[in-house]
């Protein structure tokens, strides 16, 4: 399975697209925030002379509301933090980044609006907007041209499922599941591991010549707080879930057991320490901060319950239209459908989340559902 | 009409595509090869030493087999240079521009096969292609970071319809025309020649701040040699043909005669001398040649006696399966459709080109049918 081929958000703006269905991820991103503001407003303030051009990436950019609202906000914080030192905003050079598949008709033409605003509330005109197609292990941008890279909710993903994982494979190492599971042999786990050390060296890599010495990088990404990637701790358990969603299309002939012997997914949630061993090894950059932080599965009951607080007078609890496990399911469907969709087939995707929506209801009645999630602030050293 | 949102060529890959539909604008790209080798070459000989990292746009570059073909033909250039002063490569910045509504989606995926080329032919790496969505009449790129500009086929496109002529004009004053006529009243002929140089120097102003010292322009553009803009030499006659299309659709009752009064389209075919007024009052580039060439208006009649030179040994003339006249008119919808479509109502699109195609088969057959290109060769001064 070439990962560049078939791994993308859904695109369009239809029910089950990414832009309809990315509440998650806008609530990872404004969780990062404090730390975005910290790392923007050091890039401009390191020489005690602000940059009189600022390059800056949003990697894994995808297409939907939060493709533009990192970018938005890193243009709030300098835009503030120049206004305190009496200065302009500086040339601003924004890459948005995904892989070629991402739908980028759908973010380019929102962007008339966006210099639209940027013009009227900065003032600045001095603004320009690139997709950057490709994968960010790899080198995307030219020698040096950077000082700020942002990625989030894209980096546990990774280059390739690990090899001998594979559809290639001659014997299925990890029959019936789709990632690392409690029942997984080593074997897969260390292949896993392995993958992610060797993807998460390429990025820095990759990163390190594309940025001027003492630039700036936010990634935040899922991971797992236990050193054992069994443990469950929330990193692994969607894709158990999805597994057994798929047994049971398995049991009712709709799905041939092969087949999801034959899938593991190009993923991996590290913890904090596999992170800091992969910064150390590749040796261009320093770790500034390494958190944690948990986010519910179901994005929409804090949503909710923050509109119901300016909304609802009467202090009730508002009804959600949708289950918690349909709120699920549709976040899942949007980021996995176009890669499980290829290997299982797509006219098994209604069949599939209905039941896997199930599952998860089930799942979140009788235990606490969060993801963990990674965030890493890093300076490029020099 | 907001011409930023109306004007693309046919998204896709369809029969009506512009993808399948370009062979006239390949031919103008490979016409001008030989004044792309002289600016290409000029940029890398200019200071003796060869610049590290290069600059390069492409305005206006669409989607399809053409778009790579201008970037691949100056890497081409660029290498065989190299290669005779023994030196590698440099850093190639390439960017793709056209108004946010192209299909860039499409061009993306073409990237990928594109690196490998690169990489496999050249041995480079050193290549990062960006998408810059945006209209070429304003700024789209950073300062002084062009060393290379070329746009090919799109810059008789206007910003806008001439004020007074557009949607918006409470007196139609251009009755059952779509462009400059011989019927046209003169103040039409004023507005549409003003909007041209407002626009052209618009482009320049916008491209100035954006190019290096030294750096190159190659400019290809539909024009006509006369001073008369109602001469006809082949610079208006395509509009003149659709608008009698559409007035024997309004004779069938399937058009509004006001819709037709209403519409003008946004361009101009300007003769070298209005090209030369420009630039000069501009004041930031030299014109280093500016010459007109003349391109039959059925791209398939040379295409196809060329493939005929080699694959049909006997001598005889291939047949073509489409009349000259369905060839020019999938050439034309391929370009106008979003725009005439918008304003004329999608449904009558299949009528309205069925109806063109025959005049356009009677007008060849009684005149030469040829369009006059313009091309034009700049060096920014400083």
């Not at 089950?16 to 269905?21: G, R, V």
């Not at 962007?111 to 997709?131: D, H, I, M």
């Not at 709709?254 to 190009?266: G, H, I, Q, T, Y």
Request: with cysteine; aromatic share 8%.
């Amino acid at each position: 399975m070439e990962v560049m081929q078939v791994l993308h958000m859904n695109n369009g703006e239809g029910e089950t697209s990414y832009a309809k269905n990315s509440n998650i991820q806008r609530k990872i991103i404004s969780a990062t925030n404090s730390r975005l503001k910290e790392a923007v407003i050091s890039i401009l303030c390191k020489n005690k002379k602000i940059p009189e051009s600022i390059g800056i990436a949003d990697l894994g950019c995808s297409s939907g509301p939060n493709t533009l609202m990192v970018v938005t906000e890193v243009i709030n914080i300098m835009d503030a933090t120049c206004r305190k030192s009496g200065s302009s905003l500086p040339e601003l050079r924004i890459s948005l980044n995904d892989l070629p598949g991402n739908d980028f008709n759908d973010l380019f033409r929102s962007l008339p609006e966006f210099y639209r605003k940027v013009k009227e509330e900065k003032g600045s005109e001095n603004c320009y907007v690139a997709g950057v197609p490709g994968s960010f292990y790899g080198r995307l941008f030219p020698l040096k041209s950077m000082h700020f890279f942002h990625s989030s909710s894209s980096l546990h993903w990774l280059s390739q499922v690990p090899l001998g994982l594979g559809t290639e494979a001659r014997t299925a190492l990890n029959k019936g599941k789709l990632y690392i599971s409690n029942t997984s042999p080593s074997e897969v786990i260390t292949k896993y591991m392995s993958q992610f050390q060797n993807d998460f060296s390429l990025f820095l890599q990759s990163r390190s010549p594309e940025m001027v010495p003492g630039g700036r990088m936010l990634l935040s990404l899922m991971g797992r707080s236990s050193i054992d990637p069994t443990a469950e701790d929330g990193c692994y358990y969607q894709w158990e879930l999805l597994a057994h969603a798929l047994s049971i299309l398995v049991s009712k002939g709709l799905v041939e057991e092969e087949k999801v012997d034959s899938f593991n997914a190009p993923y991996y949630a590290p913890c904090p320490e596999e992170v800091t061993i992969a910064v150390e090894k590749e040796g261009s950059f320093v770790i500034n901060r390494l958190e944690a932080f948990e986010v519910e599965w179901d994005a929409s009951i804090s949503l909710n319950s923050t509109l119901c607080d300016s909304d609802d007078k009467n202090g009730q609890l508002c009804m959600k239209s949708a289950s918690s496990g349909q709120q699920v399911a549709k976040t899942i469907r949007a980021v996995v459908e176009s890669m499980v969709g290829s290997h299982f087939g797509n006219e098994i995707m209604d069949d599939l989340f209905k039941v896997y929506s199930d599952l998860v209801d089930d799942y979140i009645y009788k235990n606490r559902a969060v993801y963990i999630n990674l965030v890493v602030s890093l300076t490029r050293k020099g």
